[in-house]
């Protein structure tokens, strides 16, 4: 019986917190697969997937790099994702189109803020895991306390398949529970010595692998039968489970291992192999065609479907990076692109590895691909077969929460400049530029201020520009504090011909965004008696969401209220769409200068590493900016204190944090919302 290819090939990202090791982990495994030929370092500028000369700079990853392998005759497609905050919408553009992922854990400090928000992010997405507890040579790596970590900030439900053999700086190898063998790496050797269970943990292996079987039996009927006939599970029947479990989230296969010191890569693939999916064991990805919902299965043969999810715009051409979900796309295809309705021709197709290509002639369903050729296709879009259009839906883009002001230090690279904005926001739809109607300056907005910090440096390097940054500012937003009922607005407009005739009462009170829809605002109608025809309903709520753009306080945008039409009045001749979606517009515009506003201001979660020694001096700093500590805790000799901050408190911070601890105090700091903002703010 012949075996479908698409069960070969697996579609993976790894994900993590800054410096858990995840582009270690993506080099060895191109080293141990034999793509590349000697191991990658991020300390030295020589890795694979980190090859943006800011990358190698500042040792992080920045943007989402793909590279295709081969291992156990399995095709594996990768993607290293970033894991700084500020990065996290290339992270949420890559899960969007796989199918699996590793989660890569420091063994040290376990589950971090950042690894916290990549797994919420895969929690939305539905995408399969397994975890790998790296730098188990570090001192203080512990994967109990790792895993303990992941189950109480987390909340899955680990399935540890290892044991450690030896600790801290002595550990060499990993005891594998499922087939009860010794994988051990001498110092200096590519590859594991297979060999039976050291005498002192064989107890200790034996313990575990029957805590790993009532596990797995508890969570799977069919491990569960043979538990109870035999009181233990083969190693066949043991993996089969784990699949399972895996794949439908109801467990996470934990490994653990030392990427830097290529100790645990081999039994990680092996487990990429083994447990997570294959495109055909994911659900068919579905989409939209004339307001009908459609599936198109992973199947060559089906009309073709693909997501871009990522475009490199440089000056010799856009390369544009397909998840491929159904059907084939070959070099000269025409293809439809579903959200700009116009065919797009393809030139090349390329299989990635980071900044190298190897030209293919064909990409089928289940391939991560870059295509060359592609001139409007932008991140999100859907490109399809001409003759059976489908939309697919494009991943989330975040709302910019830091500005800056950009302009160009010569006046004749003003033209220039907006070229390479323009450049910058087709690759990351993260990034907003727009300009300021009252000081007519360029505003550049991103996720934070390395965000932007990024993207400057990349007009000033690939542009040969010189720019002008002003002072980082925050995106803040305005809310209803107290509302009004039975605000009247009228508009009449008689200026010959027909006129504009719309009445419309509301009322306007603060909405909490956990009550229920997605933007911040609800609109509804109580009007009874025919007194609004429902289409002038519809054109009242789009005005009310016009009137959202600018609030009266400092013409911020407005969330959190919600807007009911309780009456209103027509004209036979004089109403229309037009004339009530103005009333709208300007009678919530008025409503809202009419009751209580509410400046909101970006808050995040700060967390501050430092010596104990210095913690009293951090509490001070985060008190003056005005954080509230929200939990302490001392890991490995060091004091680890969250609080909640306001953003705009935070530009410089890090700065004043290695001045205050003599350049041992870290920290990270993720979104959380919006919180009011002090009266002295907002007079400002």
Not at 588 to 601: F, I, K, Q, Y
């Amino acid at each position: 019986m012949r075996t479908d290819p698409l069960t070969t090939v697996r579609n993976l990202g790894i994900l993590a917190h800054v410096d858990a090791g995840k582009t270690t982990v993506t080099e060895r495994i191109l080293y141990t697969t034999g793509t590349t030929h000697k191991r990658g370092e991020v300390h030295d500028g020589t890795t694979v997937t980190d090859f943006d000369p800011q990358e190698r700079d500042r040792g992080i990853t920045i943007f989402a790099a793909a590279v295709s392998c081969a291992w156990a005759g399995h095709r594996i497609n990768l993607i290293d994702t970033p894991g700084h905050v500020d990065f996290a919408d290339e992270v949420e553009r890559s899960l969007r189109v796989l199918d699996g992922a590793v989660a890569v854990f420091d063994a040290v400090a376990g589950v971090e803020p950042q690894s916290e928000s990549v797994w919420r992010q895969a929690d939305r997405h539905g995408v399969p895991r397994i975890a790998f507890v790296n730098k188990m040579d570090r001192a203080g790596a512990d994967l109990d306390t790792a895993v303990a970590s992941i189950r109480e900030r987390l909340h899955p439900v680990p399935l540890v398949v290892q044991l450690p053999i030896g600790t801290e700086d002595g550990f060499t190898g990993v005891v594998d529970l499922p087939r009860m063998r010794a994988l051990v790496w001498a110092d200096g050797a590519d590859g594991a010595e297979e060999g039976p269970v050291p005498e002192a943990l064989r107890e200790e292996a034996a313990r575990r692998r029957r805590l790993l079987e009532e596990a797995v039996a508890e969570r799977h009927p069919a491990a569960l039968e043979e538990f109870c006939d035999r009181e233990t599970l083969t190693a066949a029947t043991l993996t089969d489970a784990l699949r399972d479990l895996t794949r439908t989230g109801d467990g996470v296969v934990v490994l653990c291992g030392s990427a830097y010191r290529n100790r645990g890569v081999e039994p990680l693939l092996d487990a990429v192999v083994a447990y997570l999916p294959s495109p055909l064991d994911v659900p068919a990805v579905r989409g939209s065609h004339d307001g009908t919902e459609q599936e198109r299965p992973a199947d060559p043969a089906a009309p073709m479907a693909a997501l871009a999810f990522k475009v490199n715009a440089t000056p010799t051409g856009r390369l544009t990076y397909l998840r491929v979900y159904s059907g084939t796309i070959e070099k000269g295809d025409t293809v439809w692109d579903a959200g700009t309705r116009r065919g797009e021709r393809v030139g090349r197709i390329l299989r990635v590895r980071a900044d190298r290509h190897d030209p293919l002639e064909r990409a089928v369903a289940g391939d991560i691909v870059a295509v060359v050729g592609l001139k409007s296709a932008r991140a999100g879009s859907t490109l399809c077969a001409p003759g059976a259009p489908l939309l697919l839906e494009p991943p989330g883009v975040p709302e910019p929460v830091v500005h800056v002001a950009v302009e160009a230090r010569r006046a004749t690279d003003t033209d220039r400049l907006a070229s390479a904005l323009a450049r910058l926001t087709e690759e990351d739809p993260s990034l907003a530029v727009r300009t300021d109607p009252e000081t007519g300056q360029t505003v550049l907005s991103g996720m934070g201020e390395l965000h932007l910090e990024v993207a400057v440096e990349r007009v000033r390097r690939e542009h040969g520009l010189e720019v002008a940054v002003g002072r980082p500012g925050v995106a803040y937003r305005e809310t209803v504090g107290e509302g009004v009922t039975g605000f009247v607005h009228r508009h009449v407009k008689q200026d010959g011909g027909a006129g504009q005739f719309a009445h419309v009462v509301l009322d306007v009170e603060p909405w909490e965004r956990d009550t229920g829809g997605g933007d911040g605002f609800v609109f509804r109608s109580t009007v009874v008696g025919g007194r609004v025809p429902q289409e002038y309903v519809r054109a009242v709520e789009a005005g009310c969401r016009d009137a959202l753009a600018e609030g009266p306080l400092g013409g911020h945008p407005v969330t959190g209220l919600r807007v009911t039409l309780t009456d209103g009045q027509t004209h036979v001749k004089d109403s229309s769409d037009t004339a009530f979606r103005t009333a709208g517009r300007f009678g919530l515009r008025d409503a809202l200068r009419a009751s209580e506003m509410v400046l909101l201001e970006p808050v995040v979660e700060v967390t501050v590493t430092v010596p104990e020694d210095g913690l009293g001096g951090v509490l001070g700093d985060l008190a003056a900016r005005r954080g509230r500590v929200t939990g302490s805790d001392t890991r490995g000799g060091a004091a680890v204190v969250t609080a909640t901050v306001p953003l705009a408190e935070l530009f410089g911070y890090a700065t004043r944090l290695r001045s205050r601890t003599q350049g041992r105090g870290t920290f990270t700091a993720r979104p959380t919302g919006y919180a009011p903002a002090p009266a002295a703010t907002a007079a400002r």
